[in-house]
């Protein structure tokens, strides 16, 4: 019987802040797993570290749903997304060690693939609308079939995913405090459906385009969004209102046929019940590292293809590339899926991380290397130390905090 010998918490920075958990078994095979919480990293690790951990020494490694259970109906404070995504690292490097020790990827342990590859988006930004057509077409000639367009917008100093400079886009400031953003919801609302009709006048009728609000507008003004931007046809609008009241996507559902995708934030299935068993959303983003890892979101995406709802789990850099790797081969494997978001990670994310995965012709694949397919470089990982960081907070024009 092969038994978990350790577990180890390990904190680095190649670029940006990533917890990782590493386990060992009495066979010798190691499992990673994902557990970095953007702008919270030290707060898994120390659950991690102090509470979870050292329950796993001596476990059945082989019982991965048993530990799961184990960890999440154990602990009388369930859920949550520090407890989640702890659970999710977990969870993650027992299915690691399960395919190594198999010699086979992940992906076939799931039921194998159920398709070629996982559809890929690109972000396409730009300080004006002529730069963001610029950026599509360039995201066009390096690949991609589907794209997410964000633009700056006129009299606003900063905007949600869109650098200055050139710079690849980042949210996560290094600092003590987070920076402060300014946000105008009437501009906004004004200026998006003149972009996407330049946009889309300039690509074509046949380049899907995504577009995220980030969360930011009333139930009311995400209806008068959504029906602006029908005209485009979209191939979502994401993140429209704050998810937490589920029941306002009813008002926003039955106001516009925009498909509509929400749920980077989610930690559990709970938090989509509503919106997945009404068909309020089309999408459902809840991702690995954050949704209790692949043993929690394939049953989250069971529950979601009932009713006809897609995965397109967030994939951006603030998941390492241990975590892309796992919506990978999940995606490979279910039925349901829609589309896997790539941002890819700054070259210094390679020191440290070797990945089978691959980016071609639009498609991300997981690759054929045992387990997940990550290797992490213990040595190169130390040279990264931790640096504070912090997602913005987002202001009115009358200085009122507002959703970021």
Known sequence: MSRIESASVHVTAPGRNYVLLRVETSDGVVGWGDATLNGRELAVASYLRDHVAPLLAGLDATRIEDTW??????????????????????DMALWDVQGRTLGVPLYQLLGGASRNGCLAYGHATGESVEDLIASVRQHLADGYRAIRVQSAIPGMRDVYGVPRGGAA???????????????????YLRFIPAMFEQVRDAVGPDVPLLHDAHHRLSPREASQL??????????????????????????????????????????????CKTLIQERLIDFVRASVTHAGGISHMRK??????????????HG?????????????????????????????????????????????????????????GVEVDLDAMDRFEYQTAYLPVNRLV?????DW
């Open 69 to 90: 259970q184990y960890l999440y109906r154990g602990s009388y404070w369930r859920g949550g997304p520090v407890a989640m995504t702890a659970i999710a690292a977990v």
């Open 169 to 187: 886009y980042e949210p996560a400031v290094r600092g003590a405090r987070p920076t402060e953003a300014t946000w105008d919801t009437g501009a």
């Open 226 to 271: 959504g029906r602006s931007l029908e005209p485009y046809g979209l191939f979502w609008l994401e993140d429209v209102t704050p998810v937490e009241d589920q029941a306002a996507f009813r008002q926003i559902r039955s106001s516009t046929t925009v498909p509509l995708a929400v749920g980077e934030i989610f930690s559990s299935v709970w938090d």
């Open 300 to 313: 989250l995406l069971a529950f979601a293809e009932l009713y006809g709802v897609r995965s397109g789990m």
């Open 316 to 372: 951006a850099t603030d998941i390492s590339p241990v975590g892309i790797a796992a919506n990978l081969h999940l995606g490979l494997a279910i039925n349901n899926f829609g589309i896997q978001e790539h941002m890819p990670h700054p070259p210094v994310t390679s020191d440290v991380f070797t990945t089978a995965y691959t980016f071609d012709d639009g498609y991300l694949r997981p690759g054929e290397a045992p387990g997940l």
């Open 398 to 402: 009358d200085g009122t905090v507002h």
